[in-house]
Nanobody, 123 residues
Framework: VQLQASGGGLVQAGGSLRLSCAASGSIFSISAMYWYRQAPGKERELVATIRSGGSTSYVDSVKGRFTISRDNAKNTVYLQMLSLKPEDTAVYSC??????????????????WGQGTQVTVSS
């Protein structure tokens, strides 16, 4: 399973960006999709989660500003980021957990990571 992330860039404080992450491959089902971020000198942080049933969760620092959503038909997860702050500057990465069809009637769980996309918020 491959993930292709896009949508990062440079934006002024108060601006917005929308990240996308599309999964491709022999995907049978997706259980959860995530966005993480890692700022320079800091540990990677889980930003948002969306589960198969549609439930979502967010780190406190982005609640009310970020929205995670998914398009099941396209195996794509989005992160809409509003009212961006300089402290949101980081490399954002997507992660997808699910089950893939391995051939011969067999299925296997997978965890895949996308390449990071840089988000820079200037003050």
């Amino acid at each position: 399973v491959q993930l292709q992330a896009s949508g990062g860039g440079l934006v002024q404080a108060g601006g917005s960006l929308r990240l996308s992450c599309a999964a491709s491959g022999s995907i049978f089902s997706i259980s959860a999709m995530y966005w993480y971020r890692q700022a320079p000198g800091k540990e990677r942080e889980l930003v948002a989660t969306i589960r198969s049933g549609g439930s979502t969760s967010y780190v406190d620092s982005v609640k009310g500003r970020f929205t995670i959503s998914r398009d099941n038909a396209k195996n794509t997860v989005y992160l809409q980021m509003l009212s961006l702050k300089p402290e949101d500057t980081a490399v954002y990465s997507c992660r997808v957990d699910g089950v893939l069809y391995a051939g011969g009637g067999s299925y296997t769980p997978f965890v895949s990571w996308g390449q990071g996309t840089q988000v820079t918020v200037s003050s």
